[in-house]
């Protein structure tokens, strides 16, 4: 593990207490410092009361549901991430936990160490946008405002709260002005995720942000697609 994130207080909410242990012993042996919850009530309790750098939340919880927790948690901390757990595979489920406020997902069964990358992998991102966001907090293009640190927005009139992963794949693509990044760099980047069976989860992600940010979404300005080599965002003067 990154010498970097060890001491990285981890919030684990899951149910099955097999998995919970495991899931516990293995991060503390990674150097993390791990409090386990063990039903929605309890994880809410520790939320509020504690200071975490990421949460892994299981979705299907006694009392209170891992989307709930999700939202509940974005309300108070827009940038803390959250890797989603879920034993269902529709992708339905897994862009309803994007929406909610998760950073990154993964099936169960998984494996402990795709776990683990995925885990330090958040703590990366965490990082690198916390950095970035500090040199450049507010950014204006056309009739849009972004704060990168409050995630709240604006085009025109309209106000716009962003999720976490919106805000990182507006971020990279912002810092690269002009140029053309493809979606595997995007996957691998800003999610984390395995390039190969994963596209349609930026194209979701840009349909979303040319709806909140362009003046005609069908007709884009800003976030354009480059056909077979990725997407680009172009600041007009």
Not at 149 to 159: M, S, V
Not at 161 to 179: D, S
Not at 200 to 209: C, G, Q
Request: charged share 30%.
């Amino acid at each position: 593990m990154a010498e970097d994130y060890k001491g990285s207080r981890i919030l684990l909410v899951e149910d099955e207490e097999t998995l919970a242990v495991g899931l516990e012993y293995n991060l503390t042996e990674e150097g993390y410092l791990v409090e386990w919850a063990k039903n929605g009530r309890e994880a809410i309790d520790f939320f509020k009361s504690g200071r975490f750098d990421l949460i892994i939340l299981d979705i299907m919880l006694p009392y209170v549901n891992g989307f709930e927790i999700a939202e509940m948690v974005r309300k108070s901390d827009p940038q803390i991430p959250i890797l989603m757990l879920t034993a269902k595979t529709e992708s339905s489920d897994k862009v309803k936990g994007l929406e909610k406020g998760a950073d990154d997902y993964l099936t169960k069964p998984f494996h402990l160490q795709e776990l683990l990358l995925r885990v330090n992998g958040m703590l990366k991102r965490k990082s690198w946008y916390k950095s970035s966001s500090e040199k450049q907090p507010v950014f204006k293009f056309g009739d849009n405002e972004i704060n990168f640190e409050t995630l709240n927005c604006r085009h025109g009139e309209e106000e716009i709260r962003l999720t976490p992963q919106e805000a990182m794949l507006l971020k990279y693509l912002v810092e690269r002005n002009g140029k053309i990044v493809s979606r595997k760099e995007l996957l691998e980047n800003v999610w984390h995720l395995n390039p190969d069976i994963e596209t349609r989860t930026v194209d979701i992600f840009i349909v979303r942000l040319r709806k909140y940010f362009e003046s005609d979404p069908s007709n884009p300005v800003y976030f354009k697609s480059i056909r077979g080599a990725g997407y680009m965002f172009e600041e007009k003067q």
